[in-house]
């Protein structure tokens, strides 16, 4: 009886009803909207980080106070079973080089060896085709500017070997260190979308031609090891990085002290979740505030509703209606109010997250 009672009052007053239906519903579905905002920024902010320091997730270095400080290829396989979240390991050779066309003057750049079926988000092909095989090397933009170089021409490829720390003691500077030469046939021009270490210009080459030119067979200046992409799928920024963390300690169990295992994107998820906690909050405040000055306007509106039903209230107590009746009538009135244009709201928020 209840229900039909209220319900033929928002019929007499359909214009007031739709008001208060609506206040709720553009309120509800901009806080449900404002709050997903905030986290495809965050997204976002870690795809702009992922494609200026790589899409690995994990690497695997040697300390520069070891005596080897190449990662031998056996290693891969203790990565792989140190954790069921990798899905896959790379080798790479990364370093300093020096790239000379012909008889002119050296140039230094940096050097990425990388596997053919490594991805990678940092570069983008600009002309030509990025094979990686068969003696073959892709030279970044600016370099080949630099160089005077295209597709077709011969590169030569200095490479100093990583020189070895005294422990206890400061990086040699300036130190004579053991270099290897190998020539390579440019077969494409990279632009970059980020900042790969270690410098901005340089060379790509296929790990094995690189090897195999340097002397370092099945040797690797560096694993990279992409993990389960699912480990990124919280919404807590936080709880994804000590995820991330969790599984490069447990790489690091497989391995002695000389070994150094890194998360960069974890430490980048870290450090971005205090961030964006604060947007959140700001948010939520600004979201509460919104909800608080509807919540104004929907107490206006019943109470003056209620105003307008004091006869009929009135007279719904002389016929013997308790006190509890009438107040459970404008509670009720109230509920449905809320819940329809609350989960109206909801409704349009999330739609507006998803397509616009």
Do not use: K, W
Request: glycine content about 10%.
């Amino acid at each position: 009886m209840i229900f039909r009672y209220v319900t033929r009052g928002f019929r007499r007053r359909r214009v007031r009803t739709l008001l208060m239906i609506v206040s709720l519903l553009v309120s509800t579905a901009l806080i449900v909207a404002m709050a997903a905002t905030v986290e495809s920024i965050r997204q976002s902010t870690v795809s702009i980080f992922t494609a200026q320091t790589g899409s690995n997730d994990v690497t695997i270095t040697r300390a520069d106070t070891s005596q080897d400080r190449f990662v031998p290829a056996s290693a891969m396989d203790l990565v792989r079973a140190a954790s069921d979240r990798v899905v896959e390991v790379y080798g790479r050779i990364e370093g300093e080089v020096e790239l000379t066309s012909g008889g002119g003057e050296p140039v230094t750049g940096g050097l990425l060896a990388m596997e053919l079926d490594e991805p990678d988000a940092t570069f983008f092909v600009v002309e030509g085709e990025h094979l990686l095989e068969d003696g073959q090397a892709s030279l970044f933009d600016g370099t080949a500017n630099t160089l005077g170089m295209g597709i077709g021409d011969r590169v030569s490829v200095t490479y100093a070997f990583p020189a070895v720390r005294s422990e206890g003691a400061p990086a040699p500077i300036g130190a004579s260190v053991r270099r290897a030469t190998g020539a390579f046939v440019i077969s494409a021009i990279l632009g970059r979308t980020g900042s790969e270490e270690p410098q901005e210009g340089g060379i790509v080459l296929g790990v094995d031609d690189a090897q195999l030119a340097f002397g370092l067979p099945e040797r690797f200046e560096r694993l990279t090891v992409h993990l389960d992409p699912s480990l990124y799928e919280s919404s807590n920024s936080e709880e994804s990085a000590l995820a991330v963390r969790d599984v490069a300690f447990d790489i690091q169990d497989e391995f002695d002290e000389s070994y150094l295992v890194r998360a960069l994107r974890a430490s980048i998820l870290d450090e971005l979740a205090s961030v964006f906690l604060i947007v959140q909050a700001g948010v939520n405040t600004y979201g509460l505030m919104s909800l608080a000055v509807v919540g104004l306007l929907v107490y206006t509106l019943i109470m003056t509703n209620v105003q307008e039903q004091r006869r009929e209230l009135a007279v719904l107590r002389i016929l013997g209606g308790q006190r509890n009746l009438l107040f459970r009538i404008v509670i009720v009135e109230v509920l449905v109010v809320g819940v329809v244009g609350v989960g109206l709201g909801v409704i349009v928020g999330t739609f507006l997250t998803r397509n616009v």
